[in-house]
Structure formats: structure tokens, C-alpha cells
């Protein structure tokens, strides 16, 4: 049975940092695309940054790049988002997302 498991979300300051993580159980997150998605309130989902499955390549929305960094290791099958420079906008629940699999989400907060 695959599980993808987000953890590290809260409630942050703005400017501050949090580094969410995706524990993935059943599924190799080395062998496959790993996205991490996010879903403000009210709204769409948005696609965030992407890591593909050789581990080479990141890609990253413009509205986080230069302040988040997509991760992973493999050694702990866990797949990281560290968020840097947050902003209320950046307000979300957050998916950790590969192939048909989706995480239950955790939820960021920047608020002062």
C-alpha cells in the first residue's frame, strides 16, 4: 500500500522559514517524478516545484523561486520542501504528489 505522509507545516511569521516533508511507504520517491502541490484557500491547485525521479533537475514555479528548494533522500524514501523568505501568499495546504499518488496535505500559515 503506497502512503505519501506530509509533516512540518504551521504557523509562521513572515520572512520565516519552515521545511515540510513527504515520507513516502510502498513507493520509491528515487524512481519516479516527485511534485509538491499547493492549494490556497478558496482557490485552485498549484503546481510548486517538481524534482525528477534521476535526481538532476528541479523546477520551480516563479512565484517560489529563489526562496523554496525541493530535496530528497533516499536513503530515508523522503522528499523535502524547504521554504524560505515566506509570504502570506504563500498560505496553503501543501501536497507532497507522484504519479497517481497524493499525500494528505499539511498546512502552512504566514501570518504575523
Known amino acids: 500500500q503506497v502512503q505519501l505522509v506530509e509533516s512540518g507545516g504551521g504557523l509562521v511569521q513572515p520572512g520565516g522559514s519552515l521545511r515540510l516533508s513527504c515520507a513516502a511507504s510502498?513507493?520509491?520517491?528515487?524512481?519516479?517524478?516527485m511534485y509538491w502541490v499547493r492549494q490556497a484557500p478558496g482557490k485552485g491547485l498549484e503546481w510548486v516545484s517538481s524534482?525528477?525521479?534521476?535526481?538532476?533537475?528541479?523546477y520551480y514555479a516563479d512565484s517560489v523561486k529563489g526562496r523554496f528548494t525541493i530535496s530528497r533522500d533516499n536513503a530515508k524514501n523522503t522528499l523535502y520542501l524547504q521554504m524560505n523568505s515566506l509570504k502570506p501568499e504563500d498560505t496553503a495546504l501543501y501536497y507532497c504528489?507522484?504519479?497517481?499518488?497524493w499525500g494528505q496535505g499539511t498546512q502552512v500559515t504566514v501570518s504575523s
Open positions: 524534482l525528477k525521479s534521476d535526481g538532476g533537475s528541479t
Open positions: 510502498g513507493f520509491t520517491v528515487s524512481r519516479y517524478w
Open positions: 504528489q507522484s504519479t497517481e499518488y
